[in-house]
């Protein structure tokens, strides 16, 4: 792609949800009926995926996949508007640690627990008990997806 722009959360965002609106629209007729529509969507998913792999992101097309299915889920309104993407250890730390009220002996057992878990498992157990309705697991990574 020339001329590669670094796009911003907020951008990505934007730019897919374009895309899927183009998707509804004329995903269901042939490209040679509709050749500028397809190329437009074309254009904004590799725009996009580019963009999220230009940042450092190990698998964009996974976070793409993922940002779509909030998206979706949220009506295709304009709720979905930022996103963050942490890994669970930072998650951990954030959002589950932060309970234990500097408490460091929690901590301690907690991690020695925690850690010992399978990490599939241990993902499983973060989604069933930690996550709310903005949070999800990108793709099979380590990597969490939090909406704004």
Known sequence: MNNLKTLTNEEVIEKIRESQKLKYQ????????????????????????????????????????????????YGNNEDVTNFSIISCDDFVAEYVQSGFADNDKAVQIFDSLFYWIESNDRMNYLIMNHFSENMARIGYSMDILILD
């Open 26 to 73: 004329y995903g269901g007729y042939s490209c040679f009926d509709y050749p500028n529509e397809y190329n437009r969507m074309t254009e904004l998913d590799e725009e996009v995926f580019e963009s999220l792999k230009a940042d450092g992101h190990a698998n964009p097309q996974d976070i793409i996949s993922t940002i779509e299915m909030f998206i979706d889920g």
